[in-house]
């Protein structure tokens, strides 16, 4: 049982280019989640998805792309890559909710640290 | 006024000693309570759920007051291995956590 798994765990970007994180989860969870952690702030919800084929908006989307095509992956892309994108990046995901605003806990990945130039 | 707060710290702390951090949070509808723990560079782990009676896991104390809007939690006889950001976090909706910036706890032998 790996968890979640998250690749690459390093990369470095020049202002421009593209690229793709993807995790995998092998719980069989139903929401996933990409997350962004800057020093001084607190994670930062990018996007996430409430099952296979969905997505959502959370609080910092813009120049984000994701896609969750199968229930297990769950990708994020950056189009055009910013410096202001520097960040390290954190998959997780968990169970379903059972009532209205509970959560249940999130299971993360080790990471992606993206430094963009 | 950020949704969820913490003091940064670092704590200080020698080994044995009982250490409490508080958090506050400014969504009066949150429901869903947590502290994490993160280690340097790592990710996030669970470290326990916050119940509205209180809850404690072994040296781990939670405490929920809804009505100052405050989660606290208490560490008693500190180890090493305490070490770590304790990070609070808070719903905001159905599918969306709001996450604290973490208080740094320094435990020194």
């Known amino acids: 049982n790996a968890g979640v798994t998250q690749t690459p765990k390093f990369r470095v970007l020049k202002t421009g280019q593209s690229m793709t994180l993807l995790c995998a989860q092998d719980?069989?969870?139903?929401?996933m989640y990409w997350y962004r952690q800057d020093p001084g702030m607190g994670l930062r919800l990018i996007h996430y998805?409430?099952?296979?084929?969905?997505?959502a908006k959370g609080e910092v989307p813009d120049g984000y792309n994701v896609s969750r095509l199968k229930k297990q992956n769950f990708l994020l892309g950056l189009e055009s890559a910013a410096p202001s994108q520097t960040s390290v990046y954190f998959c997780a995901s968990s169970y379903s909710r059972k009532l209205a605003g509970t959560h249940y806990e999130q299971y993360f990945g080790p990471g992606t640290r993206l430094t963009v130039t | 006024r950020k949704e969820v707060e913490q003091d940064p710290g670092p704590f200080n702390v020698p080994e044995g000693a009982t250490v409490a951090f508080n958090c506050t949070y400014s969504?009066?509808?949150?429901?869903?309570f947590f502290w994490y723990r993160q280690d340097c560079r790592k990710e996030p782990k669970l470290l326990m759920s916050?119940?509205?009676?209180?809850n404690e896991d072994g040296r781990f104390t939670a405490q929920l007051n809804r009505a100052s809007q405050y989660i606290s939690l208490l560490i008693r006889d500190s180890k090493l291995s305490d070490s770590a950001t304790y990070l609070c976090v808070v719903n905001r909706s159905n599918y969306q956590l709001i996450w604290g910036a973490g208080t740094k706890l320094i435990i020194k032998p």
């Open positions: 719980m069989n969870h139903e929401y």
């Open positions: 969504n009066s509808a949150s429901q869903s």
């Open positions: 916050v119940y509205s009676s209180g």
């Open positions: 998805s409430v099952g296979e084929g969905t997505t």
